[in-house]
C-alpha cells in the first residue's frame, strides 16, 4: 500500500498523442499546466442574508512549454511549423489541434499519472542559443495553447506484484 501513497518523480514522463501507444517525442521538461476558474459573486435570489455565492463563469487554461534536447523527429515537427504561416498563405496545417497525452512514470515505466492536454495547438516555437564557446545541448521550446486538461490515475500503479 506504501507505493500507492508515494508520489510521482517528475524526471520520467512520456508525451504521445492521446490514446497512441506510441511516444511523440522525448521531451525532458514540461511546464504551465495551469487551470483557473473566473467567477462571479451573487446573491442568491431566495437568501435574506445577504450573503454572496461565487459561480463558475469561464475556465482558462495557461499555455504549456514542453522542451527538449534537438533531434531529427520530423514528424512532430511538421505538425509544429504548420501552424504557421507560409509563403503565401496562412497556416498550412489543417488540423492543426491535437490531444496530447503526457504520462508520469514509476521507476519501472510504469505509468502512474496521465494528462490529456485538450485540443494541444502550437503556438510557439524556440530555439536556445547557439554558442561555440561552450558545450551545452541544443535545446527547443514548444508551447501549446489548451482548451482543457483532465487527469487520470492508473489504478494498478504502485501496487506491489504478487509473490
Same mark, same amino acid.
Given at each position: *500500500?506504501?507505493?500507492l501513497?508515494?508520489?510521482? #518523480?517528475?524526471?520520467?514522463?512520456?508525451?504521445?498523442?492521446?490514446?497512441? =501507444?506510441?511516444? #511523440?517525442?522525448?521531451?525532458?521538461? *514540461?511546464? =504551465?499546466?495551469?487551470m483557473?476558474?473566473?467567477? !462571479?459573486? %451573487?446573491?442568491?435570489?431566495?437568501?435574506?442574508? =445577504?450573503?454572496?455565492?461565487? %459561480?463558475? %463563469?469561464?475556465?482558462?487554461?495557461?499555455?504549456?512549454? !514542453?522542451?527538449r =534536447?534537438?533531434?531529427?523527429?520530423?514528424?512532430?515537427? @511538421?505538425?509544429?511549423?504548420?501552424a504557421?504561416?507560409? @509563403?503565401?498563405?496562412?497556416?498550412?496545417?489543417?488540423n492543426?489541434?491535437?490531444?496530447?497525452?503526457?504520462?508520469?512514470?514509476?521507476?519501472?515505466?510504469?505509468?502512474?499519472v496521465?494528462?490529456? !492536454?485538450?485540443g494541444?495547438?502550437?503556438?510557439?516555437?524556440?530555439?536556445?542559443? *547557439?554558442?561555440?564557446?561552450r558545450?551545452?545541448? !541544443?535545446i527547443?521550446?514548444?508551447?501549446?495553447? #489548451?482548451?482543457?486538461?483532465?487527469?487520470?490515475?492508473?489504478?494498478?500503479?504502485?501496487?506491489?506484484?504478487?509473490?
Open positions: *500500500m506504501e507505493g501513497f508515494s508520489p510521482a #518523480v517528475s524526471y520520467q514522463f512520456e508525451v504521445r498523442p492521446a490514446g497512441s =501507444g506510441s511516444s #511523440v517525442a522525448a521531451f525532458t521538461k *514540461m511546464s =504551465g499546466i495551469k483557473q476558474v473566473e467567477t !462571479l459573486q %451573487v446573491r442568491s435570489g431566495n437568501d435574506i442574508r =445577504g450573503v454572496k455565492e461565487y %459561480v463558475p %463563469v469561464f475556465t482558462r487554461y495557461a499555455p504549456v512549454k !514542453l522542451s =534536447g534537438v533531434v531529427g523527429d520530423n514528424d512532430f515537427m @511538421d505538425w509544429i511549423l504548420s504557421s504561416a507560409g @509563403d503565401f498563405t496562412g497556416p498550412t496545417g489543417a492543426l489541434r491535437r490531444d496530447l497525452d503526457v504520462i508520469a512514470m514509476d521507476e519501472h515505466k510504469t505509468p502512474l496521465t494528462w490529456t !492536454l485538450k494541444a495547438l502550437p503556438i510557439g516555437y524556440e530555439l536556445s542559443p *547557439m554558442d561555440a564557446a558545450s551545452e545541448v !541544443l527547443e521550446d514548444v508551447t501549446f495553447a #489548451v482548451i482543457g486538461v483532465t487527469r487520470v490515475t492508473n489504478p494498478s500503479a504502485g501496487k506491489q506484484p504478487a509473490s
